[in-house]
């Protein structure tokens, strides 16, 4: 069995990261790694006729971008797997049959990053897959129509809300060529502390964010040089903090989040920060790979956290469980 | 490589579906394969105070039957793999919260069961896990609400459309023990011929079924003793019977689908049959895995199929891309 400690799969086999393409709306361009993008869309419709079609064109050009830069055919990818935050997962969906490829589906809200690259992960290693595409978006303007107020309305932002990465990172995944390997995955538990208030997903993700982290540290035993959550922003990113300090087991001094990194919290009005399923994406693809790449770190943990907020059942008076899986990677 | 022709992932070692736990509603009770669920709940709010909260029931029951039955407890089973209609997969988050197992959430509308049965085989058959389970399901009421139109309305419903199923089925897939085996999978490519009807999903899902089931039996060659998909209804079903025939390759003898197989077609006025993530799969747990057991069938071609129609993508004027997921799986 490749399961070591109670909850971690090992990849045995070299699994690559062998290239990423990331694409990021304006605000993301000008942000502390608005140069890194490979491309930077200024338009928030990029031409088409709503935000949802543009969101899906983030992500099929993300994956199409990538394939043709490797020169890569679809009869070259196995399997592409992709999520994202709209109901049905329609990006994912219109992009996958854009794209013609055989389609797994994900829905784990902004943890779907780390989720596609651990469950494409273990398909390689299986022996099942060589190459494999993992994508996911997320777009300001479909997530707020979604989840929160119309834009319209231009409604005041509460302090620990965050703001919703316009942006999509595709991931390609080998099982051939050179660059970072997954090593470890850790699929997370559902932890739900009864936090109801949908301005605040930091909170609601942050146990989930400390169990799955703990659990991944506890089963590997591996000292990584950086652990990265994506996305707790600054509320949910000091709740982890405080709660590995009270365990005594202090992760501070390596420790960074996507929603911080993304944006400059100060200037750029985002109050506590990015989320979305193409926030931890495109921190990813834009700015953690090419740190490996660099060997400017040679262990990192990538773990994406997800509120599976759902705006029914917040009506029906539920509370907002949290998700995170671990994807540990090594240059 | 474990895979096989264009598309098809083989499973090398034995993957067991082990056991299965049904619980449909009172119409499914009342169906031609009524007797066959381990229960039957006839109230469609199970005590529970909304629709939603009454589908999360039957899957976090489905799935603890199961483990009791069994005598499984948490640390037996190493992934729940689940997903559903509802937006954010509520019904499959909430019951895996409660459930307590490391999760992966999937999104495939009606193609949810194949896909994670898939999913699991891969994953054991790749030597992660000794035991998975697999749950989905769906509701009547909560499709009906968030997809259509207010049940209070009282709508006229259209001919060619179909009858959400209330039920919900938990498989125990493992590398041990005995029962029929999961031998391949073909995820589907997304297919869409341009259809808008939101009235007719099994149109809008028949490319899809014909397009995978086809790959599948090229790729694997194998001669089934039933090819079953979920949930085309009689206009779907009536679709891919006709374009094998164009294709001169007749299924005919030996197909029927799962949205035809739970209801009583004339009887029970369900139009064109049922549909729901819990239509393929608990006519999978109550009526085909038992044929398996009882060595009535040894080869059989699970393909469940989707619909992924999204409310907001027709007000925006697309079309409803389908598609379909095989498990084969032989006694």
Not at 154 to 179: K, P
Not at 264 to 277: L, R, T
Request: charged content about 20%.
């Amino acid at each position: 069995m490749k399961k070591i400690g109670k909850q971690t799969f090992r990849i045995k086999d070299d699994v690559y990261i062998r290239d990423v393409f990331t694409i990021g709306g304006k605000k993301e361009g000008e942000g502390p790694i608005g140069k890194e993008f490979d491309m930077i869309v200024d338009d928030d419709l990029w031409g088409e006729d709503s935000w949802e079609k543009c969101e899906l064109k983030f992500q099929k050009e993300a994956a199409q971008h990538l394939m043709n830069k490797n020169n890569l055919n679809t009869d070259d990818i196995d399997i592409l797997i992709s999520g994202d935050l709209l109901n049905q997962i329609t990006s994912s969906s219109f992009a996958a049959r854009d794209l013609m490829l055989p389609h797994i589906g994900v829905y784990g809200a902004c943890s779907t990053m780390a989720l596609t690259m651990g469950l494409g992960a273990l398909i390689i290693d299986g022996g099942f897959a060589s190459d494999i595409i993992c994508v996911t978006s997320s777009h300001f303007c479909s997530a707020e129509r979604q989840y929160r107020l119309p834009l319209e309305m231009g409604g005041q932002r509460h302090m620990s809300a965050q703001w919703t990465v316009t942006g999509s990172a595709a991931v390609w995944l080998s099982n051939s060529g050179s660059g970072p390997r997954i090593k470890n995955v850790t699929f997370g538990k559902i932890q739900d502390l009864g936090v109801k208030d949908v301005n605040n997903m930091g909170a609601a993700m942050a146990p989930a964010a400390y169990d799955s982290l703990k659990q991944h540290l506890d089963d590997t035993g591996t000292e990584y040089d950086l652990i990265v959550t994506g996305d707790l922003g600054t509320v949910g990113k000091s709740i982890v903090n405080k709660m590995f300090n009270e365990d005594k087991n202090s992760i501070e001094s390596k420790y960074d989040d996507c929603g911080t990194i993304i944006y400059d919290i100060e200037k750029q009005d985002v109050h506590a920060g990015g989320s979305g399923c193409g926030c931890s994406a495109s921190v990813f693809g834009a700015f953690l790979y090419k740190k490996l790449q660099n060997k400017e770190i040679n262990k990192l943990l990538f773990t994406s956290t997800g509120a599976l907020h759902s705006p029914t059942a917040m009506l029906q008076g539920e509370s907002i469980p949290g998700i995170a899986h671990c994807v540990g990677i090594e240059m």
